[in-house]
């Protein structure tokens, strides 16, 4: 029986009148949907935890394949090995989307101190900077800790390697001179670049990631040092004493070369148009293994989907899950999904990506309207028990941002304990013995509940 708006407001007033608080008549009236997930739920974790396969997954990825920088036959073979896996798994409509990728090559590099004494530095070069001559780059070194004590500095910048050492508070305030710190020092005349690494201080550990040059500024080879290296510079430097660094790269671009995203799904059983999105990123920096950035990050979304196979679950609208190509130095994996894709990302219910690590899950992050925060809020209460129930503002990743934005879709992140990831973050240390399988787990299940139930809501979330 329909039951007019009035009505049932009069009831559900009714039903306050007679002594119940009105608020947790409301919250029992509006959650009540969540009950015919709770025993899914149940069984989706239980089998999530239930092995270490996405563990072990992911140590083939790494292990066996290595690191996986665009334009590299390794990020090849780790894509042709996520087709035959998932294939294996017996996903459906299992395919590559072909995307072209820029190609940075390394090639050998070094950084010393020649200067008072001779010292090798610890660095890598930052991803898309230019070589030096054959001969390197020589020249004294200007320490400075803010773009502001550039800019006052500028006169002595000329001729010189600008160091900005920058103790590590967070990512995001912090990566700016990474990116920006080479452009803005050639502005001044500077011959290099360095930086202190984008992470925490630890054990003589660089960290590479890219730079932008800005189309303004002549283009300078930059490098990231280590933080006690940078801190040995800053030492000798004081008190307008003379520190000199010579600086080697051979980096460069080759031209161009074709990748790919690799897709998976789970068909929908009522709405298969409709698509909610689950993915990482399958290339990496070329050190270390890319455990965490973002190898883990694949299989943990990945395994979601599995499981929902494995159980033989099939939601009401499609799961697909995506491993984008090329996030860490170019980003045309998300780009070219956007592109692919434009003509139904109407129909993409929620994209949710996994490049923050999987280390213990505390929940979601979560970009969309209030009405579907709320969803996914009641959502989220089906993972209290593995501790992965926390909603946060704000949830997005640099590969479902393009499709987010241009057709606003409700996007999400997930969200793990972060005290480990920025100390190996783009580092040779970004291997898998830094991954527990129990917290991968926990990070699969989180997202297989979180995507099942989204895709099988009766209404679309938001609606
Ligand atoms: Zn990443």
């Given at each position: ?207 590479t990631g890219s730079l932008q040059y800005s189309g303004d500024a002549p283009t300078i ?117 956007r592109d692919r894709h434009r003509a139904e990302l109407s129909n993409h219910v929620m ?113």
């Open positions: 029986m329909l039951v007019s708006r009035p009505v049932l407001l009069a009831a559900l007033v009714g039903i306050c009148l007679t002594g119940e608080p009105r608020s947790m008549v409301l919250a029992t009236e509006s959650t009540s949907w969540l009950d015919q997930y709770r025993e899914l739920a149940a069984r989706l974790i239980g089998e999530a935890l239930s092995s270490t396969f996405a563990w072990h997954r992911l140590s083939v990825l790494t292990d066996s394949v290595g690191h996986r920088l665009s334009g590299t036959p390794q990020l090849d073979r780790a894509i042709q090995w996520a087709v035959d896996e998932m294939k294996r798994d017996g996903l459906e409509n299992v395919h590559t989307e072909p995307a072209m990728v820029p190609r940075w090559v390394r090639g050998h590099e070094s950084a010393e101190i020649v200067e008072p004494a001779h010292h090798v530095m610890s660095m890598l070069g930052l991803g898309g900077s230019v070589s030096t001559p054959p001969e390197g780059a020589q020249a004294e070194v200007l320490v400075v800790h803010s773009f502001q004590e550039l800019d006052a500095a500028a006169a002595q910048a000329k001729g010189r390697i600008v160091l900005f050492n920058v103790p590590f508070t967070n990512y995001s305030e912090t990566v700016r001179f990474r990116t920006g710190g080479p452009s803005r020092a050639a502005r001044h005349g500077a011959v290099a670049a360095l930086i202190r690494s984008v992470g925490p201080p630890g054990l003589r550990l660089p960290h080879p930059a490098a990231a040092i280590t933080t006690e290296d940078a801190d040995q510079l800053e030492r000798l430097s004081i008190g307008g004493r003379r520190a000199v660094v010579r600086l080697k790269m051979e980096a460069h671009f080759d031209p161009d070369v074709e990748s790919a995203n690799v897709v998976g799904e789970i068909q929908g059983r009522e709405r298969p148009d409709e698509v909610v999105v689950v993915g990482g990123h399958l290339d990496s920096w070329d050190v270390g293994t890319g455990a965490s950035d973002d190898g883990g990050g694949c299989v943990v979304t990945w395994e979601a989907v599995r499981v929902m196979k494995k159980l033989n679950l099939r939601p009401r609208r499609t799961v697909r899950v995506v491993l984008w190509t090329n996030e860490e130095n170019g980003a045309r994996g998300g780009q070219s999904y994209m949710l990506e996994s490049d923050s690590g999987v280390f213990r899950p505390l929940g979601f992050g979560f970009t969309g309207s209030e009405a579907a925060r709320q969803t996914v809020k009641s959502i989220a209460t089906l993972l209290a028990g593995i501790g992965a129930d926390a909603i946060g503002p704000s949830g997005n990743g640099t590969d479902i941002g393009p499709s987010a934005q241009e057709a606003k879709i409700a996007s999400m992140s997930l969200d793990v304990d972060g005290s480990k990831y920025f100390v190996i973050h783009h580092t040779s240390a970004d291997t898998i013995d830094k991954i527990d399988p129990g917290e991968m787990a926990r990070c699969a299940a989180a997202v297989a509940v979180m995507a099942y139930v989204v895709a099988d809501l009766p209404r679309r979330l938001g609606e």
